[in-house]
């Protein structure tokens, strides 16, 4: 036991979370260093037995890390391969094709609710604002109408879906099954994402926003380079996904043997996503080909680093607080209060984004805290990741980075981008929560 007493724990506990917010939100200190510094705090409240602290931290550690770290390289590399090769522009045309040019914003918010799968969402729309631009221009609405539903269902699939880095981590830190996950949490956020793209069509025309003629001709396709048939560029999302979901499916319906072995095998998120790659690399041309192995997978460890560290420190706190009173004083406050469990990681997750402004963040942080305690709370981990998933898109306001990205680049101002964009997450986290929330209560998760 780390520590005994349930008083200096929850005292301590409350610290290193109140700590970790101001450090981000009011001294601007890096993610990593805002959590490691509390973290390692914790250890200086008195009754701390040292030994065992050092050891939950490197324990917590090092098993988070070892089932994530690949997984999110991976899933970075195919997101780096859509973007350079053209391949979310053409998942965006060929969906305005099947949708039709007259429901517009109801086709790119579909596209969003497909690209955030693969994507970090600020990246995706910095690829398809040209094309927003275009579409309001051409159909004659403003870019609320036309830009809302997209940023919304984007930003709801990279926090629910994986392989996107975020909810990859917080399936990690609660053991949940990523086939399950993909399977339910790509119902809850279409949900969401219908939710998001009624809003954006009844409020939209109330909220200046006109559209700028700037960004037109920027796209690939105004360019007139080539780009991937629709099979290539969905390929890469689509086939490790239906291949990941497939293991889960295996492994309820199907009988020990060869098949299920193989099965598995491809489903296995590793062997899934380099699949993925395979069918991302099948896309580039000769130029691309030169730097595909260097430049690609080089950006992708990058971006991928620093999700891997923070989840990792997840970990360790999450190690450590099964290690003190903490898990079991909350999770019996919580039984006792009479609110439904499921809506102890959808706060955190709430509280997490709002103030550091970080959807990754915020899941992982929902994630870090409730892991210890799901079994007491009586959630599965599918459960409690996919409630702390949709707390964490809402809402998106001035301290997101995503929030600026698309309010600069739709050329919004600010008061419009907080009706928007604000008020698109807010209610594409409460549909996908209401939509969890129903799928937790009929137990399919």
Request: charged residues 10%; positive net charge; hydrophobic residues 55%.
């Amino acid at each position: 036991m780390i520590l005994n007493n349930p008083t200096f724990t929850l005292i301590g506990f409350l610290i290193v979370i109140a700590l970790l917010f101001i450090l981000i939100a009011k001294v601007k200190w890096h993610v990593f260093m805002a959590l490691l510094v509390p973290i390692i705090l914790f250890a200086l409240i008195p009754g701390v037995d040292q030994g065992a602290f050092i050891k939950a931290f490197e324990t917590g550690f090092g098993k988070t890390v070892q089932s994530i770290a690949v997984v999110i390289v991976l899933g970075s590399v195919i997101a780096e391969a859509l973007r350079e090769t053209g391949g979310i522009e053409k998942i965006t045309l060929k969906m305005i094709e099947w949708v039709g040019q007259k429901r517009m914003p109801l086709a790119l918010t579909l596209t969003g609710f497909v690209v955030g799968i693969a994507i970090f969402s600020d990246v995706g729309y910095v690829i398809l604002n040209p094309l927003v631009h275009s579409a309001a221009i051409a159909a004659g609405v403003n870019m609320s109408v036309m830009s809302t539903g997209l940023v919304g269902a984007m930003q709801l699939t990279h926090a629910m879906v994986p392989p996107t880095p975020g909810p990859l981590a917080a399936a990690a830190l609660l053991k949940a099954d990523i086939g399950k996950v993909i399977i339910f949490g790509s119902i809850a956020t279409f949900v969401g994402s219908i939710a998001g793209w009624l809003f954006a069509i009844t409020i939209g025309p109330k909220i200046p926003s006109p559209p700028s003629e700037e960004f037109v001709g920027q796209s690939f396709a105004d360019k007139g380079l080539k780009l991937p048939s629709t099979l290539s560029a969905y390929a890469p999302i689509i086939i490790p996904l239906v291949l990941i979901a497939g293991q889960s499916v295996a492994n309820l319906y199907l009988h020990a043997g060869l098949l299920k072995t193989y099965v598995n095998f491809i489903g296995w998120p590793p062997v899934a996503l380099l699949i993925g790659i395979w069918f991302a690399y099948r896309n580039t041309n000769a130029d691309q080909k030169k730097v595909q192995n260097d430049k690609w997978i080089e950006s992708a460890l990058r971006t991928s680093a620093m999700i891997i560290m923070v989840t990792g420190l997840g970990g360790s706190l999450s190690e450590i607080l099964k290690g003190t009173p903490a898990v079991s004083v909350i999770a019996n406050a919580v039984a006792h209060s009479g609110v439904p469990s499921i809506f102890l990681p959808f706060i955190l997750g709430i509280v997490g984004n709002i103030i550091t402004g970080s959807t990754t963040v915020g899941v992982i942080t929902a994630a870090s805290i409730v892991a210890p305690m799901i079994s007491t709370l009586g959630l599965s981990p599918e459960a409690a990741m996919l409630a702390g998933a949709a707390g964490s898109v809402i809402i998106k306001y001035v301290n997101s980075s995503y929030f600026w990205v698309c309010t600069s680049l739709s050329r919004m101002e600010l008061k419009s981008a907080l009706y928007s964009f604000g008020g698109v997450t807010l209610v594409g986290g409460v549909f996908s929560m209401a939509a969890v929330y129903v799928m937790w209560v009929v137990h399919l998760i």
